[in-house]
């Protein structure tokens, strides 16, 4: 097979490897298939941490300040930056390469930047594929950075096992920011920056927050549970700051409990038949919606004739796309 040398060296461990898959299964939907399928029974063993906050919150230096954590754990780490409002890798993001540098040479922590290039299958479908290829590679622990707060983090998150939300001491509008759609999935509140005034202030905004909103704790992580009905987690808050370190040693405990939450009450496996679930979906929508094209494309004559068809009114849109169902061998 065309990869299997790069595979083979990507399940030893080899970094070159496993850049070089990344960029494939980036580019080439096709080859992205042939990939994972060779190599989804060495998947499975990484844990998933999302996380998000506004631009200048302080994820970059949370996340290396984590990293380096997990690092003197003996853990290898991928990070895995992702940009979906950009239509290119960013400068922000290639400036947090840089600064992260000092881990290339570690071996033990791989950084990816990725962007919304219109990947074919979207861009949560490459970042479920990249994630993939870095647990096969053998990263423990893989970070999945986004920037700001919408609903694409919702899609991306998905596969977290845990989701972060990063919010900074002063005016309350990013909390009102995160309200729509990452809130619910939310585990863990982070106040970075403690060392600025107005620290406690908003973990108590936030507390309040959560409690204002009676049935908040009660339905946190509502969008995973709508399909298990999970025991919800009450999310914690935690202030912290990135720059010194401080409070980490809480934030570790935090993320251990959760887990140790997800392991004991079994929720661990519905995150992963949901995820299973809303994966095998994107990739029946992008397979069905090509072979639908290529059948178009295949069929013009044909394809034309119902057109006029449709403007004489001896047939309509929706006679139409049944037919064109009938066409693909799918019985309606
Ligand atoms: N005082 C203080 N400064 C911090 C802390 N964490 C981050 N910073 C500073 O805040 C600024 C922004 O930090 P970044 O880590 O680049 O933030 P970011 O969220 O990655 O920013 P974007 O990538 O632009 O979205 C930098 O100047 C950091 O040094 C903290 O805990 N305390
Ligand atoms: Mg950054």
């Keep these: 097979m065309e990869y299997s040398n ?7 461990g080899n970094t070159r490897a496993a850049a070089r898959l990344i960029t494939i299964v980036e580019n080439d939907i096709d080859a ?4 994972i399928k060779s190599i989804y029974k060495s998947t499975g063993n990484a844990y998933i941490l999302g996380i998000t906050g506004a631009p200048g919150s302080g994820k970059s230096t949370f996340i290396s300040t984590l990293t380096n954590t997990f690092i003197e754990q003996g853990r290898k780490v991928g990070i895995i930056c992702v940009d979906p409002t950009s239509p290119i890798t960013g400068g922000a993001l290639l400036g947090d390469r840089i600064r992260m540098k000092q881990y290339f040479t570690l071996d033990r922590v791989f950084i990816r930047s990725m962007a919304n290039r219109g990947q074919l299958g979207g ?4 970042t479920e594929d990249v994630i993939k290829i870095l647990d096969a590679y053998g990263c423990e622990i893989i970070i999945v950075e986004t920037v700001g707060v919408g609903q694409s983090e919702v899609d991306i998150f998905k596969s977290a096992e845990t989701v972060i939300v990063l919010l900074v001491p002063g005016l309350g509008d990013d909390i009102q920011a995160i309200k729509a759609g990452i809130m619910e999935i939310t585990d863990i509140f982070v106040v970075n920056k403690m060392d600025f005034p107005g620290a406690d202030r908003k973990v108590a905004e936030i507390s309040q927050m959560l409690e204002l909103n009676s049935s908040f704790k009660y339905q946190s992580n509502q969008l995973r549970e709508e399909y298990f009905k999970l025991v919800a987690w009450p999310p914690e808050i935690v202030k912290v700051n990135s720059k010194t370190g401080e409070n980490f040693k809480e934030l570790i405990e935090i993320i251990k409990k959760h887990i140790q939450f997800l392991e004991d009450t079994g929720v661990i496996s519905n995150y992963l038949k949901n995820r299973i679930k809303s994966e095998t979906l994107q990739i029946l929508k992008h397979k069905l919606q090509k072979k639908v ?4 494309n295949s069929n013009q ?3 034309e004739q119902y057109i006029n068809k449709v403007i004489e ?7 139409m796309a049944d037919i ?3 066409m693909l061998g799918i019985e309606k």
């Design 32 to 35: 992205a298939e042939t990939i």
């Design 324 to 326: 064109i169902i009938k």
């Design 123 to 126: 861009l949560a479908r490459a």
């Design 6 to 12: 790069l595979i083979t060296k990507l399940l030893e």
């Design 313 to 319: 009114k001896s047939l309509d849109p929706y006679s």
């Design 293 to 296: 094209e290529d059948l178009i």
């Design 301 to 303: 004559e044909k394809i």
